[in-house]
């Protein structure tokens, strides 16, 4: 959450009165940026907050380890972005990635670490960038707006179908891939059609459901350029296609992500809220709901829930609790009637009526 901590808290609760704020901890102060709980030790989470500052979280005692990666003897400073990209693999909760310029991987929870890439960016310096007529290394106020690191990582992922292929996209305009574990990296960038250079690249997701196919999303408002940039790939980055359809020239893309069940279904979010495709990006629909028109910077799908978890930029976090009727959508449109598959359930005698219900449980 923007300058308001990294939280951890539940998107159901049993009482009548609703989800309070009794119910959420904080995990890390600062900006709230990744959170990953471990999917098989409930005590370990990692978290971090602004320019790559990543800890581990120990859920039960509150101690807190900073794990972020340290440059070696005589190595250049490593630039961290203010929204760091980590993750877990897919295929081993205890390997965990980090992104500055280049790509770490620790195979301890973050005890030690690894730089499995060269330098992805074009290493650019700063002040020797013009901005309009006037050089960088001449300019006193506001210098750098802030940003502590460029140019750097700032989108990374691991095919959850195929481990070793790894996916990095850097704030100055390049998109690497690589098939064995970082052994060989190429830049994919130059295959993707009508892309303007040097473009941030918000967001890479390999697919779920085929190792060669992997969308991308790009965000060109740094450079005045507000048209629709996703794009798609069958062949692991080789050729590309855009699946911007009816939304091209329309919205800023910040994320995308591939539904849990249905490869069909692409929930894509906006500089203006979420839209969602149910024929793998070849239309697009905005979702209105009570969504406001927000911008949404992460769409996580809970596995075990059938959830979306969104976070906005400005509006907190909203949940939608059931994904069934979207997932199935495309198929109810072609029967006379559709139930949507129910999604199983708790039945308990009463809901608690605050948190002094000794008497009759729930």
């Known amino acids: ?39 098989k030790d409930f005590r370990i989470v990692y978290s971090e907050t602004q320019d790559g500052n990543m800890v581990r979280v120990d859920r039960i005692t509150g101690e807190t380890m900073s794990i972020r990666p340290q440059p070696g003897p005589g190595e250049p400073v490593l630039r961290w972005q203010w929204d760091t990209p980590l993750a877990l693999s897919p295929f081993d909760s205890n390997v965990v990635y980090a992104s500055a310029q280049k790509v770490f991987r620790s ?48 989108a990374f992922a691991e095919s959850p179908k195929k481990a070793g292929v790894l996916y990095a996209g850097t704030d100055d305009g390049n998109l690497s891939v690589t098939k064995d574990g970082g052994k060989n990296w190429t830049n994919v960038i130059s295959k993707i059609p009508d892309l303007p250079k040097g473009i941030y690249v918000s967001r890479v997701i390999p697919s779920r459901f085929d190792e060669g196919a992997v969308y991308a999303t790009f965000d060109g408002h740094r450079q005045n350029d507000f048209e629709t940039h996703v794009y798609a790939s069958n062949d692991f980055g080789q050729t590309w296609r855009s699946i911007a359809a009816n939304l091209k020239g329309d919205v800023v893309v910040k994320t995308l992500t591939e539904d849990l069940k249905n490869p069909d279904v692409l929930y894509l979010g906006t500089e203006t809220g979420l839209a969602i495709s149910v024929d793998r990006g070849k239309s697009w629909s905005k979702l209105k709901s009570d969504l406001p028109s927000v911008r949404v910077d992460e769409i996580v799908l809970h596995p075990r829930d059938n959830a979306m978890v969104l976070a906005t930029h400005g509006r907190a976090i909203w949940i939608l609790d059931h994904l069934e009727p979207i997932q199935e959508y495309a198929a109810a449109q072609a029967a006379d009637a559709k139930l949507f598959t129910p999604p199983p359930s708790a039945m308990y005698r009463r809901p608690a009526s605050d948190r002094n219900y000794e008497f009759w449980g729930d």
Request: glycine letters at 10%; aromatic letters at 10%.
């Open 107 to 154: 195979p301890d929870k973050g005890l030690s670490w690894t730089a499995i890439s060269p330098d992805l960016t074009s290493d650019a310096k700063r002040d020797d960038i013009v901005t309009m007529g006037v050089k960088n290394t001449d300019i006193s106020f506001s210098r750098n707006d802030g940003i502590v690191a460029w140019p750097t990582i700032v």
């Open 1 to 39: 959450m923007q300058d308001n901590y990294d939280w951890c808290g539940p998107s159901q609760v049993r009482g009548s009165a609703g989800i309070a704020s009794f119910h959420w901890q904080s995990i890390q102060g600062g900006d709230g940026f990744v959170v990953l709980q471990d999917p």
